[in-house]
């Protein structure tokens, strides 16, 4: 009586190994295409926020906040593969930056960042959702 005994995986075992493998892709890949997001948003922000400054200095020497003519001059505003960052609105007292998704970001949930300042507000006003701006 030699029994001889089958090595190897069988088919139902194989499926199951590609099920697992596939649910848990369809989990991670979502999260890792939102934390791709999340970190090219805070670039974006973290270049408004360099813009910002930029500006706080210009208004320091000038009676008003530079226009985009002047920002584009010196060479301010950022270039970013992800994001498009422009200046508008600018007078004495006031600005909005803008920062618009282009590329891979296009898709992202929080769309455009926009910034307004008013000189003496305190702090800048960020458009949007709450958890996008963090």
Do not use: H
């Not at 190994?17 to 649910?23: F, L, Q, T």
């Not at 270039?79 to 998704?101: F, K, N």
């Amino acid at each position: 009586m030699n029994s001889r005994r089958a090595r190897g995986f069988t088919l139902i075992e194989l499926m199951v190994v590609v099920m697992v493998v596939a649910i848990l892709a369809a989990i991670a890949i979502p999260s890792y295409l939102e934390q791709s997001r999340k970190g090219r948003r805070s670039e974006a922000m973290s270049a408004v926020g360099e813009l910002q400054l930029r500006q706080e200095r210009w208004r320091a020497e000038n009676p008003s906040y530079a226009d985009s003519t002047e920002l584009a001059t010196m060479g301010a505003i950022p270039t970013l593969p992800y994001y498009t960052i422009t200046a508008s609105g600018e007078s004495e007292t006031a600005y909005t930056i803008t920062a618009t998704p282009t590329g891979k970001q296009t898709g992202d949930r929080c769309g455009n960042l926009v910034l307004s300042w008013t000189a003496g507000s305190g702090k800048p006003l960020w458009s949007g959702d709450a958890d996008c701006n963090n």
